[in-house]
């Protein structure tokens, strides 16, 4: 048997300015986290943003292109034990290349619960954001008795097989390295380029901060890497990979499941998010108006208004239980 994964505290980094730098943009939205890191089976080191103790901590997990930062207007307005973590091959945890990874699926389950048990927690709440929603999905479907109950922000990758151009054209194997070489490292441009077209419906309300940090995170070394392998494997020109679909294996998720989806997500639209609820033994669907693909950004109190009544309501269940 593997060895358990485990969780520190202070971790150190080369890149050192830029968690210094995310750890001021997270105070500045009322969360005053701390570096911690979880070392999983293989030796390998996943950074996260944490505050607070508890038995069942709300566990954050972020985009494919993107790292822990993203979370920061929502985290404060989420009280409690917040865990937020950098999936692999993103923002300050172990690079990755994953043309590697025989079972994307499978992968995502592990570093899931190798996170979860480096936390000491029976049970976690999760929140997943697109590919963040793939990685909570795969592993409550692994093992949902760890799993208290699962929050969904923005439509979650594996759901439909439609993409819009960008990461279908990033995962090829021909055009991908083109786009990584073409760094966008002007904040601004970077508003109107990918923002305002794939993640927000009113990109004029991200604040500098944040995109400082989204251009940041793509400097570090290894980012465009994972990013393009990670498209590579889970995308065709045509769209998300058949065999890495997971609406028919989730309608059997027994684990209380809320969708929270912008109606101008521009990878999916709320509909889909209905049809699969509607199959499942306990789901329900929140639809944010005037949002797009990363809600809380749009409207973070609408959604952290969601998000706390479910999870209370998740927690008053397990006491009644």
């Known amino acids: ?44 080191r996943t950074y996260i943003v944490g505050r607070g103790e508890g038995p069942c901590p709300t566990v954050l997990i972020h985009g494919g292109l993107s790292q822990a930062g993203e979370w920061a207007p929502l985290a404060g307005l989420i009280p409690g034990h917040v865990l937020i973590p950098d999936r692999p091959g993103c923002g300050l945890s172990y690079p990755i290349d994953y043309r590697r990874v025989p079972d994307y699926r499978e992968a995502a389950a592990t570093w899931m619960l190798d996170l979860v048990d480096g936390t000491g927690a029976e049970q976690v709440d999760l929140v997943g954001n697109s590919m963040g929603g ?18 969904l922000v923005g439509a979650p990758a ?26 966008i490292t002007d904040p601004e441009v970077f508003r109107d380029r990918v923002v305002a077209r794939l993640l927000v419906a009113h990109p004029e309300s991200v604040s500098r901060e944040l995109l400082d940090m989204m251009v940041a995170s793509g400097a570090i070394p290894g980012a465009d ?4 392998t990670m498209l590579r494997t889970v995308t065709t020109l045509r769209g998300w990979r058949r065999e890495l679909m997971l609406r028919d294996a989730m309608v059997t998720l027994r684990v209380p499941t809320l969708f929270v989806w912008g109606d101008a997500d521009a990878f999916a639209p709320p509909s889909s998010g209905h049809a699969v ?14 949002a797009g693909h990363l809600p809380w950004i749009d409207h973070p109190e609408t959604v952290a208004a969601r998000v706390v009544e479910f999870l209370l309501r998740s927690e008053t269940a397990e006491r009644v239980a």
């Open 158 to 183: 594996g759901l439909d097989r439609r993409l819009p151009l960008f990461p279908r054209l990033w995962g090829n194997p021909i055009v991908g390295p083109l786009i990584g070489k073409r760094k």
């Open 225 to 228: 890497r994972a990013a393009h």
């Open 277 to 290: 609820a509607a199959r499942m033994r306990d789901a329900r669907v929140h639809v944010v108006r005037d």
């Open 1 to 44: 048997m593997s060895p358990p994964a485990r969780l520190g505290r202070r971790a150190r980094h080369p890149t050192g300015e830029f968690e210094r730098r995310r750890l001021a943009l997270f105070a500045r939205h009322g969360f005053e986290g701390e570096s911690r890191r979880v070392t999983d089976r293989d030796g390998r």
């Open 134 to 151: 793939f990685f909570s999905i795969a592993f409550a479907l692994a093992h949902p008795e760890r799993v208290r109950s699962l929050v």
